[in-house]
Each structure stands twice: as structure tokens, then as C-alpha cells.
T-cell receptor
Framework: NAGVTQTPKFQVLKTGQSMTLQCAQD?????MYWYRQDPGMGLRLIYY???????DKGEVPNGYNVSRLNKREFSLRLESAAPSQTSVYFC???????????FGDGTRLSIL | AQTVTQSQPEMSVQEAETVTLSCTYD???????LFWYKQPPSRQMILVIR??????QNATENRFSVNFQKAAKSFSLKISDSQLGDAAMYFC????????????FGKGTRLHILP
């Protein structure tokens, strides 16, 4: 059981570079989410997708774009990376809102 | 907007003792779901327990139980017989039963287990 797979696990970028974080789930879940985790800030929702073909902004969407490519995949793009986007990024999925979220292992992203 | 507050950034408990982690939330909704997640040093996020707001009975999962006080908007997690493996960050989370699918997390409480 792969669950939620995120790639890459680590990445270092220079300011201004672009990058796409990939996420795929094999549990046939409708909802998918992108979070960032910073020390002392908990998990903050960047974007989410309640179903294939829909995406909505979360708490901190500025500087990011997402694509729900199909039911399995939900990617997060940084068009012009900034040092403030240095963080650990988590992708998650769930079948329904009253069900637990399944998380990927996270991507540690550093912007120099 | 809904908010989730965990007022204890860090806590420590002696092994085998009981500890309670606090969580309060703010919402104008009457029906919602609440969760506690655990994040050990491995960084994996693991569901500990969940509660449906319309259920009066407090949820229990083995050594983990909640004290859900709907009127007070409080959702604390009690860990009994603490074990070294319980050392982790614990996050409280909230989501509406209807409406948008946003899940709101608290900032977390780091729990240390003292041998």
C-alpha cells in the first residue's frame, strides 16, 4: 500500500527558480490537500481540492498554484521561489471530511 | 472564520503517568468534526482519535480519550499510562460537517515523555 506519495523528499532552490511538487494517492480519495509546516506555526493549508476538477484557496495561497490533474494527482507549483517559502510541505488526501486525512512523508524545501 | 488554539506549546509527563493536552476552537457552526493527530520525529502524521460534534459520548481509542465540551468549545486529549513512543507533536484539527472542505489545524503541542 503506497498511500500518499510525494516527490521529491528534499529540494534546494535559488530565489526566483520555479518548481513543482508532485503528489499522488492510490486510495481513490476525492479530497486532496497541500499544507506547509513551519516551526511554531503548525500545519497551514495552502490549497485543497474537494474533487477532481476543483481547487480552492486555503489559508496561505499566495505564491503557489495547484493542479488537480486527475483523481489521483494533485501538484503544487512555486512559480518564483522566495526564501519565505522555505518549509516542509505535506500532501494529504481523504475520502470524506469526517474521515482521517492520509499524509505523505513530506518534502523539505529550502530556498536560498 | 474558524480557529483552533492549542495553548500549551510543550508539555512533559513521566512515563506511565497521565497527561492532558488542551485544545479550544471557535466556530459558529453546530455540526463539525474534531481530530487529534500525532507527528513523531519521523514526521509522519498519524490520526489518534476523532470526535463528531453531534455525538455526546467522548471518543476513546485504547489509552487515548477526549474530553469534548461542546458548549465550552473545548476538545482536550488525555493520554493514560504514557509510553516513550507517545513522544511527539500533537495537533488538534477542526472541519465543518457541511460547507467548504477546509481543515483547520492548531499550532501543536510537543509532548516529552520522561523515563
Amino acid at each position: 500500500n503506497a498511500g500518499v506519495t510525494q516527490t521529491p523528499k528534499f529540494q534546494v532552490l535559488k530565489t526566483g527558480q520555479s518548481m513543482t511538487l508532485q503528489c499522488a494517492q492510490d486510495m481513490n480519495h476525492n479530497s486532496m490537500y497541500w499544507y506547509r509546516q513551519d516551526p511554531g506555526m503548525g500545519l497551514r493549508l495552502i490549497y485543497y481540492s474537494a474533487s477532481e476538477g476543483t481547487t480552492d484557496k486555503g489559508e496561505v495561497p499566495n505564491g503557489y498554484n495547484v493542479s488537480r490533474l486527475n483523481k489521483r494527482e494533485f501538484s503544487l507549483r512555486l512559480e518564483s521561489a522566495a526564501p519565505s517559502q522555505t518549509s516542509v510541505y505535506f500532501c494529504a488526501s481523504s475520502s470524506r471530511r469526517n474521515q482521517p486525512q492520509h499524509f505523505g512523508d513530506g518534502t523539505r524545501l529550502s530556498i536560498l | 472564520a474558524q480557529t483552533v488554539t492549542q495553548s500549551q506549546p510543550e508539555m512533559s509527563v513521566q512515563e506511565a503517568e497521565t497527561v492532558t493536552l488542551s485544545c479550544t476552537y471557535d466556530t459558529s457552526e453546530s455540526d463539525y468534526y474534531l481530530f487529534w493527530y500525532k507527528q513523531p520525529p519521523s514526521r509522519q502524521m498519524i490520526l489518534v482519535i476523532r470526535q463528531e460534534a453531534y455525538k455526546q459520548q467522548n471518543a476513546t481509542e485504547n489509552r487515548f480519550s477526549v474530553n469534548f465540551q461542546k458548549a465550552a468549545k473545548s476538545f482536550s486529549l488525555k493520554i493514560s499510562d504514557s509510553q516513550l513512543g507517545d513522544a511527539a507533536m500533537y495537533f488538534c484539527a477542526y472541519v465543518d460537517r457541511i460547507g467548504d472542505d477546509k481543515i483547520i489545524f492548531g499550532k501543536g503541542t510537543r509532548l516529552h515523555i520522561l523515563p
